[in-house]
């Protein structure tokens, strides 16, 4: 995501560190590149030339020309100005209601659905809730049947009448069944068009009346980059929605949605999706978006990940097992389960401070840990416990066990070796102690 803005933006921004006098021409220079790159990532052409126009008009006023370092004060004033076109802070979301509500709108194919099903697993396990997901896509071909797959897969309850076209009064009967059961929070996934058309508006008009949602978020998949946002107007103009959710931010987009939706429509961006996970969503933070645009990394966003891994009582229990020299490779094999859990390996790896550039040409495969789970799941219970047994012998039959050979296993003997040395100087959980460890671990991942 955003790759191609910030190698252009990267390059824009080198017209103001040659050797040369910094002078209002060469500032103007770089401010033209720059709204060059913002439309060729799809933003919007207003949006684009307001924001260069806000950036140089605040560049003059503060005297740019004749700073130390004008290169990097530009960097900070557009860093902050993209910050800006993003909504500036963080917008939350406002579930008052007894059960809350929440109403989702989009397009057909723009990600309802699963983004419906993430966003019940999050207000689950981040906030404790106890989610009802409503099927109102009574149109769509097997649109029922997949929200079920999604709840089962998060263990959410889903509420669906089969056969009823009337959406209102399954969304009111869901509501009834939510305050019955206990549930806090209901989540109405709705029918999208393949195109904004009449029936769907006044359907899901006569939903929002009907319900008064907490929350109408509208879904929007970011790669259709432009016809996004005219999207995004033409759904708030009727619907008057609270928040945009971005979808496939993963993907190859270049980003032009993000950076003019919020301008366009006045509505904040609240979440984006950022994988095919249940686990993959995460709240919009303009601020921690600009940082990443401009090639500065993202480590807030990923210490919050670690931490929603952290578990206190399992980091004692390791910290007391490290100290003891009793770390095996069943808590090797946890470690890797929960670094999984945090996510895609090359987005993680980009989230730190000039890593991103660094591997984007780099295919890190997000089954780089198979080889070393197969391998530990070849052991015996008795030689994850007591790696000190492995002899010649048992590491062939685990080899043949895992589909490798010896060479892998006795580099991950090595490795987990080395690893226990390393966590015995370190403080702390034991997730802190693998992710110091990932750097120099060769085989893991692999990278084609």
């Known amino acids: 995501m955003f790759e191609n803005l910030s190698d252009r933006l990267e390059r824009s921004f080198k017209i103001l560190k040659g050797e040369g006098k910094i002078t209002e021409i060469n500032v103007a220079e770089t401010l033209k590149d720059v709204r060059r790159a913002l439309l060729d990532a799809d933003v919007n052409y207003k949006v684009a030339k307001q924001f260069t126009d806000t950036v140089k008009q605040k560049a003059l006023g503060m005297n ?34 007894h059960p809350a509500i929440i109403l989702m709108s989009g397009l057909q194919g723009s990600g309802k659905t699963t983004f419906s099903g993430k966003l019940a697993n999050r207000l689950k396990q981040q906030n404790n809730k106890k989610p009802l997901l409503v099927a109102c896509d009574v149109y769509r071909p097997a649109a029922i049947e997949q929200l079920k797959v999604v709840g089962a897969q998060i263990e959410v309850p889903v509420y669906t009448e089969e056969g009823n076209k009337d959406v209102v009064s399954i969304a009111q009967h869901a509501i009834q069944q939510a305050k019955a059961k206990g549930n806090d929070v209901v989540i109405v996934d709705t029918a999208g068009r393949l195109a904004v058309d009449e029936e769907m508006m006044d359907e899901i008009s006569r939903l929002k009346e009907a319900l008064q949602p907490d929350e109408t978020l509208f879904v929007v998949d970011s790669m259709t980059g432009q016809d996004a946002v005219n999207t995004a107007k033409e759904f708030n103009d009727r619907l008057d ?24 429509v006045t509505k904040p961006i609240k979440f984006i ?116 047994i492995l002899n010649a012998s048992r590491k062939q039959r685990i080899a043949k066990g895992s589909g490798t050979d010896i060479q892998e296993v006795n580099r991950l003997i090595k490795q987990f070796d080395q690893t226990r040395k390393m966590m015995k100087m370190i403080t702390g959980s034991g997730m802190k102690g693998m992710m110091s460890q990932m750097k120099g671990m060769p085989s893991m991942p692999k990278l084609k």
């Open 64 to 97: 740019v020309l004749t700073a130390i370092k004008p290169g990097q004060l530009m960097v900070k004033l557009v860093h902050d100005e993209l910050a800006t076109l993003m909504g500036g802070q963080t917008a939350g979301m406002e579930l008052k209601g």
């Open 241 to 264: 929605f609270d928040g945009v959710v971005l979808t496939k931010l993963d993907g190859d987009t270049r980003g032009g949605a993000a950076l003019s939706i919020r301008t366009v």
């Open 273 to 388: 999706g950022t994988g095919e996970k249940m686990e993959a969503i995460d709240a919009f933070h303009p601020e921690r978006m600009a940082d990443r645009i401009l090639g500065m990394g993202d480590v807030v966003s990923l210490v919050e990940r670690a931490q929603q891994q952290y578990d206190e009582e399992e980091a004692k229990r390791l910290q007391k097992k490290i100290q003891k020299n009793q770390f095996d490779f069943d808590d090797f094999l946890a470690q890797i389960q929960q670094i999984k859990k945090m996510g895609n390996l090359k987005e993680l790896a980009g989230m730190i401070p000039g890593v991103g550039k660094a591997i984007r040409d780099i295919d890190i495969d997000d089954n780089a840990f198979k080889s070393v789970e197969a391998i530990i799941y070849s052991m015996t219970p008795k030689e994850r416990k007591n790696p000190a």
